[in-house]
């Protein structure tokens, strides 16, 4: 098989997974089938949409991609129908979106570089195709997105991806990066919900603040 033809087999099976993700979410709040459209597809696209939107290059792919809107309205729609709630589901959910995790990341840090920005924007580019969309779903049902500490480890490791891609496509070695990048995220995100690894939280350096004297009056 060919690496585009893999890497969009991978690309669409995020979609996919994410847009299960999200209407999971509308199943968990009760919504109706268009809460389940809504949030289905803004897990999926969201990311994509925003990167496609900052770079100004035309219309976002997922807007002329059939597979991309037909994806997500899919996966909303099945997840409406069907309560995809066992562990078997969960861990082939949980993989699909490990996957798109480096796939994403790659991508959108991909199309940065092929833009012409630097390598702190390529980077910032990949972490805002790959969990945008999970920031947008948090944000529409008022939640703190999770990817600010109640996610193992989701956006470092797309940092990780996404300077992997600047790297290896900067030597001109696209298929590498694409690679390296789904099969670390693979390996770290499985690992990490796993084990359940997350960031530290705020050190505390032990300076007590001072309470409020008490004047007379």
């Known amino acids: 098989m060919e690496p585009e033809v893999l890497f969009r087999i991978v690309d669409v099976t995020g979609v996919i997974c994410n847009g299960l993700l999200g209407a999971a979410v509308a199943r968990r709040y009760g919504f109706d089938i268009i809460g389940f459209l809504v949030l289905g597809t803004a897990t999926a696209l969201g990311?994509?949409?925003?990167?496609?939107?900052?770079?100004?290059?035309g219309f976002p792919v997922a807007l002329v991609d059939p597979w991309y809107l037909g994806g997500a309205f899919t996966?909303?729609?099945i997840s409406y129908f069907i309560p995809l709630e066992n562990r078997w589901a969960q861990r082939g959910l949980a993989l699909g979106d490990v996957l798109a995790l480096g796939c994403w990341s790659a991508t959108g840090a991909s199309k940065?570089?092929?833009?012409?920005?630097?390598?702190?924007?390529?980077?910032?580019?990949?972490?805002?195709t790959a969990c945008c969309g999970g920031v947008i779903r948090d944000v529409l049902v008022n939640k703190i997105p999770a990817i600010f500490g109640g996610y193992p480890l989701y956006a470092t490791f797309s940092v990780l991806a996404s300077a992997q891609m600047v790297f290896f496509q900067k030597q001109g070695m696209y298929e590498v990066g694409m690679a390296t990048a789904i099969i670390s995220c693979a390996i770290l995100?499985?690992?990490a919900r796993r084990y359940q690894w997350i960031l530290p939280k705020p050190y505390n350096l032990g300076i007590r603040q001072k309470k409020p004297s008490k004047t007379s009056e």
């Not at 994509?48 to 770079?55: S, T, V």
């Not at 940065?112 to 805002?128: E, R, W």
């Open 47 to 57: 990311g994509g949409l925003l990167r496609d939107m900052m770079l100004g290059t």
């Open 75 to 77: 996966a909303a729609a």
């Open 112 to 128: 940065g570089i092929s833009a012409g920005l630097g390598v702190v924007p390529a980077i910032f580019l990949g972490v805002v």
């Open 189 to 191: 995100g499985l690992a």
